[in-house]
DNA sequence: GTGCTAACGTATCTTATGTTACATACGAGA
DNA sequence: TCTCGTATGTAACATAAGATACGTTAGCAC
């Protein structure tokens, strides 16, 4: 464990720190799909990403779903965060992208390391800044963007989370993330496949330009 | 503008951060319709709001804008923050709402409170708490809702912000903030007077029951 | 009053997206 | 091999929203 927070943290932590998180956090590990946190959920401790991808999701009154962003390692859940300090209920849902490691530190560590540590504090603003641009863009996509080119941005980026050019999903799946119907992304697909830029099967769309 | 300060924010700053802004902080009074920040401006201070109201703004490569949200009393832009901080470039637009009074924080100060002032760590990041919120909430509205339903949450924004129940504004400019067509917003507002949930007239909208 | 401009009303048409329905194809397991 | 559930293809239609075009109206300047 200790090797993985070194490599994924110690260019941001001080040493301190992180001989603190290797103290105080837990690890956890998570299988593809798992559902990590969800709307209302009541969360007591924040993750930091050792390995993998989260995906991050609004969801509303009726169940709709849309994909805010995903995580990488380095990232931590700014809005999980955000809920921890406020002592609110989760706003979000946070579903494994992929196998992803993860290191829990409780709420209190966070607040007490927040006086103590510059550079934990720089993280935290960090992490808050970075979100808030990745929300714009999710706003900017879906304000500004046709489904089109949203689905282009959708493969592309899913592509470059997984660092494969075969992405193994369904139609439906995609149409959830990007809350439309599956009929509408299927012929979207089928638009891109015949310009060549995809090719389709049974569970899976190998990209080969976008 | 002692006064002012105490009775924005005595509740939530310590006495002596309180008097440490009363040095520091410039005063500001912009009227409506003024451009506070541009997108790629650089920020240099931070605003808060003692009067008034803001209106934040994203715009894309082509003028294409689309209202994120509004500021009141007692509220800072956390994105202006997040800039500061990250010492990057205005992400967003803001435009006076109303005749508005501020209070400008220079960077510098921001980061020796955060260390110093706890009370400081904590309206920060209550800040990014209600902005994120804030955030998430305008990605509902464009990711689940119709236009009708749209428009209808901004009139009743609108009309909380100013505490009027006539909004003084034009069809377009109702575009412009929902990012369509002025010919959709006049078709659509046309319905609810029909409704009797409106009454419109050249240059302003008396708001009846929404 | 006249003239002018910006705001507004409205018809018509186009298009993107959503909906429904059904046919077909694939692949895991019996 | 056959069977069956799931995934995908596709047509036909419905609807919200955008685009264009043009007429009308309110209010200001003169």
Redesign the pocket.
Known sequence: MNSSINTTYSSVFEKDLVNEIEKTAVRRNVSQEDVLIDIGDYVKSMPLLLSGAIKVLRVDENGDELLLYFLEPGDTCAMTMSCCLGHTKSEIKAIAELDTELLMVPVQKMEEWTATYKSWRNFVFQSYHSRLQELLHTVDTIAF??????LLKYLKDKAKISGETTLH???????YD?????????????KL?TLKKIQ??????TIHSL
Chains 1, 2 share one sequence.
């Open positions: 963007l046709n489904m089109d080119e949203r999903t369904t139609h439906q799946e995609i149409a990007l809350n439309t119907s599956r009929v509408v992304i299927s012929r979207l697909l089928k496949e389709l099967k049974r569970n899976s769309i």
